[in-house]
C-alpha cells in the first residue's frame, strides 16, 4: 500500500468512527430524555393528572394525526439514515409528550420532575439541539 493510500484510509476510518461516536452519544442523549418523559407522564398519571382516559384519547388523536406525516418522512431518509430515523422520531414523541401534557387541565408545570419537561409552549431544552 502506498503511503497515500494507507492516509487516506486511515482518515476515512478516523472520520467514520467520529461520526458513529457523535451518532451513538445522540442516541443514548434521545434515550434518556424519552425515558424522562415517560417517568414524568407516569408521575403525573399516579398523581391524576392527566387521566389514563385523558392519555388514552390524546394518544389516539395523535396518531390519527401524525401517524402518516411520520411514515412518509421515514420513507425519505437518505444516507445517515441512523441519526436522522432517531432525531425524527424524537422530534415526534416531543409532541406526543407535549400534546399528552397539554391534555391534563391544571397540571403541574414546574421544570424539576425527571423528565425535564414543561407543558408552557416553544420547544424543551431537548428539542433545542436537534437538526433538521
Not at 497515500?4 to 434515550?31: D, K, M, N, P
Not at 416531543?94 to 408552557?120: C, F, H, I, M, Y
Request: glycine content about 12%; aromatic content about 10%.
Amino acid at each position: 500500500m502506498s503511503t497515500e493510500t494507507t492516509e487516506e484510509l486511515t482518515t476515512e476510518l478516523r472520520r467514520s468512527w467520529e461520526h458513529f461516536r457523535s451518532a451513538a452519544v445522540r442516541i443514548g442523549e434521545l434515550q434518556t430524555a424519552m425515558w424522562g418523559d415517560c417517568a414524568e407522564l407516569m408521575t403525573g398519571l399516579f398523581n391524576g393528572k392527566p387521566t389514563w382516559g385523558d392519555v388514552n384519547r390524546a394518544y389516539w388523536q395523535f396518531v390519527g394525526d401524525e401517524g402518516l406525516k411520520y411514515a412518509a418522512a421515514v420513507s425519505g431518509l437518505g444516507i445517515d439514515y441512523a441519526r436522522n430515523m432517531t432525531e425524527l422520531t424524537r422530534e415526534y414523541e416531543q409532541r406526543l409528550w407535549e400534546q399528552l401534557r397539554a391534555s391534563a387541565p391544571g397540571a403541574v408545570t414546574d421544570n424539576k420532575s425527571g423528565g425535564g419537561g414543561s407543558a408552557s409552549a416553544g420547544a424543551s431544552p431537548r428539542s433545542r439541539g436537534t437538526k433538521r
